[in-house]
């Protein structure tokens, strides 16, 4: 956990809070795998705070990080990414 924060400190200049749970999530981006998926669960999550049925400090502090790649004529997974 403290390497992959460090590396993206050095590499992107992210600060990862030690006391987060890291989500990771690094895989080809296929638009019927579970990156589309997580998207929505962190939507979700933003969105019981947002609109106050759960109070933020309920819910776990988290950081998600995805990695993913795709091939360059598939236009869905591009639109995955973009919107991530």
């Not at 390497?3 to 987060?20: N, S």
């Not at 502090?61 to 919107?83: C, E, N, Q, S, W």
Request: net charge positive.
């Amino acid at each position: 956990k403290r390497a992959l924060a460090k590396a993206l400190h050095a590499r992107d200049g992210l600060t990862v809070d030690d006391g987060h749970m890291l989500d990771v999530m690094v895989k080809r981006l296929h638009e019927y795998k579970r990156q589309t998926l997580k998207l929505l669960h962190i939507v979700h999550l933003y969105d019981q705070i947002i609109s106050g049925r759960v109070a933020a400090a309920d819910i776990t502090p988290r950081t998600f990080v995805f990695g993913a790649k795709a091939a360059p004529g598939y236009d869905m997974a591009k639109r995955i990414i973009h919107l991530i």
